[in-house]
């Protein structure tokens, strides 16, 4: 995902996702040491949901608690 020189930078969709996600990720955190712990557990959680290790059809939903308790400290 992070390898650029797989990306294509004239996407512009590709862009927009990416742009996104790095704004999803930066207001779950106040500090950028919050922000990469949430990208870290996110990507993680998604690594695994695509190798099969995490099943289900809905890795956002199956996602908010881990991030939530993880990041947030939320219960």
């Given at each position: 995902m992070?390898?650029?020189?797989?990306?294509h930078g004239d996407d512009a969709e590709l862009r927009a996702a990416e742009q996104t996600a790095s704004a999803a990720l930066a207001g779950?955190?106040?500090d950028a040491d919050a922000a990469r712990a949430?990208?870290?557990?996110?990507?993680?959680f998604a690594s695994l949901w695509l190798s099969g290790a995490?099943?289900?059809p809905d890795v956002a939903t199956a996602a908010e608690p881990v991030l939530c308790r993880t990041?947030?400290?939320l219960p």
């Open positions: 992070f390898d650029r020189s797989l990306l779950l955190a106040s949430a990208w870290s557990v996110a990507h993680g995490i099943t289900g990041v947030l400290g």
